[in-house]
């Protein structure tokens, strides 16, 4: 009967524990609300198909009709503004 998981790791002193993370992580760094509305932008401008190929290509590329793959593609949208803006607030003018 070949050797289980846990009896492999009492033979070689080693304790693996799924909770445990191997690997140092250094604490993420807080963006600025700048690079963070930037970041969106340019990901809207940059990684969203327009409106003439959603509606042309909306039925073979996402198996959808071009109006309902427009409408999603609004919301994403939304979605993304919705996140750069998260807990933010409106800046003094």
Known sequence: ?????????????LVVSAMTNPIPTEKPVKQSNEQRYYDALKRIAKHYDTAENLLRDGETGYGLS????????????????????????RPKV
Request: charged letters at 25%; one cysteine or more.
């Open 1 to 13: 009967m070949a050797a289980g998981f846990a009896d492999r790791s009492r033979q070689t002193g």
């Open 66 to 89: 071009g109006e309902e793959t427009l409408q999603y593609a609004y919301e994403n949208i939304q979605g993304e503004a919705a996140c750069a803006i998260r807990g933010k607030r």
